[in-house]
């Protein structure tokens, strides 16, 4: 079986650009939740989606926006980027909510110069 | 602020040596997870503890859960060269999820 996917798996942008980052969950797994992770910490919370819904929002901006689709497939949209926008960003999937073990994908490496 | 603490932040041993990292949160989890993260991975997950003073035991890791369910353990006995990486406690907080600001683990073969 196929674990967590994220696409793509490298990308480079410049300030003000946008960029969308995709992820598909496991198979059977309903939950997604997104992180950010910044060399040398611990991942961020960014968002958990469930069936499609909004469960949980971290401390980002209205810049970081995302949407979970029918196929529980999910995107993470970055606004107007920033140089501290460069980050290895990660989706996870989970067969629940956040008392259930996260399953992550590779990642997207992000740079923003 | 950050909500879970970690210490310490780095630690090297020696290969045979013992290992442990501790977690601090600010407000009592209802539950606490682990996950190690090698050098250019992705966190891993290793366990999670629910109940009060809860031990777990891996192979040669041992996990601990405080008794307030606002600390956590992770300990590891005669450390290997497979053991290299970040470990990070994490858990559920309102409607977010923090993960600990982690220990970097250095195994000297």
């Known amino acids: 079986d196929a674990g967590v996917t994220q696409s793509p798996t490298h990308l480079i942008k410049t300030r003000g650009q946008q960029v969308t980052l995709r992820c598909s969950p496991i198979s059977g797994h309903k939950s997604v939740s997104w992180y950010q992770q910044v060399l040398g910490q611990g991942p961020q919370f960014i968002f958990q989606y469930y069936e499609k819904e909004e469960r949980g929002r971290g401390n980002f901006p209205d810049r970081f926006s995302a949407r979970q689709f029918p196929n529980y497939s999910s995107e993470l949209n970055v606004n107007a980027l920033l140089l501290g926008d460069s980050a290895l960003y990660l989706c996870?999937?989970?067969?629940?909510?956040?008392?259930?073990?996260?399953?992550f994908g590779s990642g997207t490496q992000l740079s923003v110069l | 602020g950050q909500q879970v603490m970690q210490i310490p932040q780095y630690q090297h041993v020696q290969e045979g040596e013992d290992f442990t990292t501790y977690c601090n949160s600010s407000?009592?989890?209802?539950?606490i997870q682990w996950y190690k993260q090698r050098p250019g991975g992705h966190p891993v997950f290793l366990i999670q503890l629910v109940k009060s003073g809860e031990v777990k035991k891996q192979k040669r890791l041992t996990f601990q859960f405080g008794e307030a369910k606002k600390n956590s353990s992770l300990h590891i006995t005669a450390t290997q060269t497979t053991d290299v990486g970040t470990y990070f406690c994490a858990g559920p907080l309102g409607n977010q999820f923090y993960f600990g600001t982690g220990t970097s683990l250095t195994v000297i073969p």
């Open positions: 407000t009592t989890l209802s539950n």
């Open positions: 996870a999937s989970s067969s629940g909510t956040s008392n259930e073990k996260l399953f």
